[in-house]
Protein backbone atom coordinates (compact mmCIF):
# COMPACT_ATOMS: atom_id res chain seq x y z
CA UNK A 1 0.00 0.00 0.00
CA UNK A 2 1.49 3.24 -0.97
CA UNK A 3 0.34 6.29 0.86
CA UNK A 4 0.53 10.14 -0.42
CA UNK A 5 0.36 12.74 3.14
CA UNK A 6 0.04 16.72 2.33
CA UNK A 7 1.07 17.85 5.87
CA UNK A 8 2.53 21.23 7.02
CA UNK A 9 2.60 21.11 10.66
CA UNK A 10 5.22 19.47 13.52
CA UNK A 11 2.87 16.63 14.00
CA UNK A 12 4.36 15.00 11.08
CA UNK A 13 6.88 12.53 12.18
CA UNK A 14 3.98 11.04 15.03
CA UNK A 15 1.82 10.25 12.24
CA UNK A 16 5.02 8.53 10.47
CA UNK A 17 5.76 6.78 13.46
CA UNK A 18 2.00 5.35 13.75
CA UNK A 19 2.49 4.11 9.44
CA UNK A 20 5.81 2.64 10.73
CA UNK A 21 3.86 0.23 13.16
CA UNK A 22 1.50 -0.42 10.30
CA UNK A 23 2.64 -3.58 8.33
CA UNK A 24 1.13 -3.42 5.16
CA UNK A 25 1.89 0.34 4.38
CA UNK A 26 5.81 0.29 2.85
CA UNK A 27 5.72 3.24 1.32
CA UNK A 28 4.59 6.87 2.09
CA UNK A 29 5.44 10.15 0.48
CA UNK A 30 4.86 13.13 1.97
CA UNK A 31 4.35 16.52 0.04
CA UNK A 32 6.34 19.79 1.50
CA UNK A 33 6.20 21.80 -0.86
CA UNK A 34 2.91 22.10 -3.57
CA UNK A 35 5.94 23.45 -6.15
CA UNK A 36 7.55 19.83 -5.82
CA UNK A 37 5.25 16.68 -5.09
CA UNK A 38 8.17 14.24 -5.02
CA UNK A 39 10.37 16.19 -2.67
CA UNK A 40 10.59 13.49 0.30
CA UNK A 41 9.19 10.14 0.08
CA UNK A 42 9.97 7.35 3.69
CA UNK A 43 10.07 3.99 2.68
CA UNK A 44 9.38 1.07 5.91
CA UNK A 45 12.44 -0.52 4.66
CA UNK A 46 14.52 2.47 4.64
CA UNK A 47 13.41 3.48 7.77
CA UNK A 48 13.83 6.92 7.24
CA UNK A 49 13.18 9.96 9.51
CA UNK A 50 12.77 13.19 7.97
CA UNK A 51 12.83 16.33 10.57
CA UNK A 52 12.40 19.27 8.76
CA UNK A 53 8.56 18.05 7.59
Known sequence: MKILLDIKDEKAHLILELLRE???VNKVTILTDPKD???KAW???EDAVYDNL
Open 22 to 24: LSF
Open 37 to 39: PFA
Open 43 to 45: DNE
